[in-house]
């Protein structure tokens, strides 16, 4: 089971929204995941890859 890294809800696997997930992979290999409203809300901190504590 995973959990958004950013406001902690769970991902369930068998939810339709399951697909609206996003992975993200840190420099040391670490897997992380966005629910969907998080992914959604903070595209553009992803994208330029700022490091999670930066986001607004
Ligand atoms: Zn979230």
């Given at each position: 089971m995973h959990t958004c890294r950013h406001c902690g809800t769970a991902r369930?696997?068998?939810?339709?929204?399951?697909?609206?997930w996003a992975r993200e992979r840190d420099p040391d290999g670490r897997e992380h995941w966005l629910c969907p409203a998080c992914a959604r809300r903070h595209v553009r901190d992803i994208e330029a890859k700022l490091p999670h504590e930066w986001w607004a």
């Open positions: 369930d696997p068998d939810a339709a929204s399951a697909i609206a």
